[in-house]
């Protein structure tokens, strides 16, 4: 087995004592039960149990040795209610400590031009809304991404843009058209992430959304996009819905500014959780983006629901999956640990 370095670009840090998280408090909403029963994870989740989970992992390196300890890993922001900057600066608390405890220097300020950024551990992914309905002005959405950006562990944006044709339960925004059509959007989009080297973390339905999405990463180039959760295959398992999913993939992988973690897909079909039933979502993934474009994540706490077994057997059904699709070494270190480093711009 596999037995080099990982990182984790996929993680939710939640505190629920400081902060609101409604979804996670109240009763279900709309879009936020495609998880399943949120009851296991509605509570504070911190870096400790973080590492406690990642530590089962380090032991499963196969033939008596141990992994590499999981050291290095990305926030995706929560839509935590209290606000995207004050979710950032919880999450950029705990990356300055844990970073001191990897003596990674915390004192390096962050340059919002040229792409270079203080060196972290934890790198944060965090919200903002490039056309808010609330009527955000040019101003105001300017001043909150010139804030965002003193963080010097923030390496990119997600804004949830999951929208399906024909089942409304399954939309977590309210409209299907911002990537495409809506030309604040887009000139906020283009104006927030290219001077800041920023990436944007493109949470989607591919099978239903590739056109749209298609539009926003044909426009800017230069922006690096990482489709989240392997494009959400949300239409269930039969041979005609898996086809029209990886289908979808196909001219993502194309585009030389995309990448996509292998992650989540238990989340949108809880069933999914043996190797056996999974391989072929890893297989067709493999296909499209090839191993330099595509990173391992755990997706955790989330994950946690579909697959409750142990953070060491996601990783472990990973390994063994590339390992079967005769993957070398480097290429198994690429998705698993490399691409996330280069991608994120972590401390190696």
Known sequence: MYV?????????????????????????????????????????YSLTDLQSEMSAAAGGGGGGRPRSVVQRFVHVQAECASGGEAEVAMVQSVADEHDRKLSIATDRPLSTT???????????????????????????FTEYISRLSQYRSVRGIRQLLNYHPTNPALNF???????????????????????????FDLQIYTEHQLTQA?????????????????????????????????????????????????????????????????????????????????LWASNYPIDKIARPNRYDA?????????????????EIEQIMYANAIRIYRLAA
């Open 4 to 44: 080099g370095p990982i990182a984790d670009p996929h993680v939710h840090i939640f505190n629920l004592e400081t902060l609101s998280y409604p979804w996670l408090k109240g009763p279900h909403q709309v879009g936020m039960h495609i998880a399943g029963n949120l009851d296991p994870i509605r509570k504070s």
């Open 173 to 199: 925004t309210t409209r299907p058209d911002w990537m495409s059509d809506d030309p604040v959007w887009i000139r906020r989009f283009g104006e927030a992430l290219i001077p800041r080297n920023w990436s």
């Open 214 to 294: 298609m539009s926003l990463i044909k426009r800017y180039p230069s922006i690096q996009f990482i489709v989240n959760h392997g494009g959400m295959p949300i239409d269930g398992t039969d041979s005609v819905a898996v086809k029209r999913w990886s289908d979808s993939l196909i001219p993502l992988g194309r585009q030389p500014n995309v990448a996509i973690k292998l992650s989540g897909i238990a989340m949108v079909n809880h069933h999914l959780t043996s190797h056996t039933v999974l391989l072929p979502y890893v297989v067709a993934v493999l296909e499209a983006f090839g191993t330099s474009k595509i």
């Open 114 to 140: 040229g792409g270079v950024f203080s060196p972290t551990s934890i790198g944060i992914v965090a919200h903002a809304h490039f056309h808010d309905p609330t009527g955000q002005s040019d101003a105001q």
């Open 314 to 330: 996601s990783v472990d059904f990973m390994v063994r999956s590339l390992l079967e699709r005769q993957c070398s070494t480097h």
